[in-house]
């Protein structure tokens, strides 16, 4: 009896995730927080090798800038375009899979309501993933999962470092 089954003819994985990411950096005042929904596409050549990419964005992650003269709010947001590779550990006879894998990053810190001390900004770096994921049909189309990233992007003038966890439903086809 084998642990490890022969590879499916599902090669495509379609994934919606929601999470929460938070920034990570050496001062807490500079931290932000912020909710973050995305969708990903993989395809798989071999079974144990998956290509991804997706799109994820973090939503308002910025506090209120306040002053003499009142509030604002900066209505930002994140938007992080992820390409890379997954490692795929398919386990209890595919019906469960852990991944660890990474890849290139471009990131767009966009900001509507531009103040003096925020504005938008972009750049390319990197990221690192993990996961666990979980059949919950007999074909092995539809999957439960949660999935940590880290990602580290230096655009202009910036160091963005964000630990982002989301959990998953994902087809397969």
């Given at each position: 009896m084998t642990l490890l089954p022969a590879q499916s003819l599902q090669?495509?994985?379609l994934s919606v995730s929601g999470g929460w990411?938070?920034?990570?950096?050496?001062?807490s005042y500079e931290r932000q927080s912020a909710p973050v929904l995305g969708?990903?596409?993989?395809?798989?050549p071999l079974r144990w090798f998956?290509?991804?990419t997706g799109?994820?964005?973090?939503?308002?992650?910025?506090?209120d800038q306040?002053?003499?003269?009142?509030?604002?709010?900066?209505?930002?947001?994140?938007?992080?375009?992820?390409?890379?590779?997954r490692f795929v550990a398919p386990i209890a006879w595919g019906r469960v899979e852990l991944s660890a894998g990474g890849g290139g990053l471009?990131?767009?810190?966009?900001?509507s309501n531009a103040n003096i001390n925020v504005h938008s900004r972009s750049g390319w770096g990197g990221y690192f993933v993990g996961g666990?994921?979980?059949?919950?049909?007999?074909?092995?189309?539809?999957?439960?999962?949660a999935t940590p990233r880290f990602l580290l992007v230096n655009p202009r003038y910036a160091r963005d470092r964000w630990f982002v966890i989301t959990g998953d439903v994902s087809f397969r086809f």
């Open positions: 090669r495509n994985r990411g938070e920034q990570i950096s050496f001062y969708v990903s596409y993989a395809f798989r998956e290509l991804e799109l994820f964005a973090g939503l308002q992650p910025a506090q306040c002053g003499a003269h009142g509030c604002f709010d900066p209505d930002d947001r994140y938007f992080w375009l992820p390409f890379g590779v471009y990131e767009n810190y966009s900001v666990a994921a979980v059949a919950i049909d007999r074909r092995h189309r539809f999957w439960l999962g």
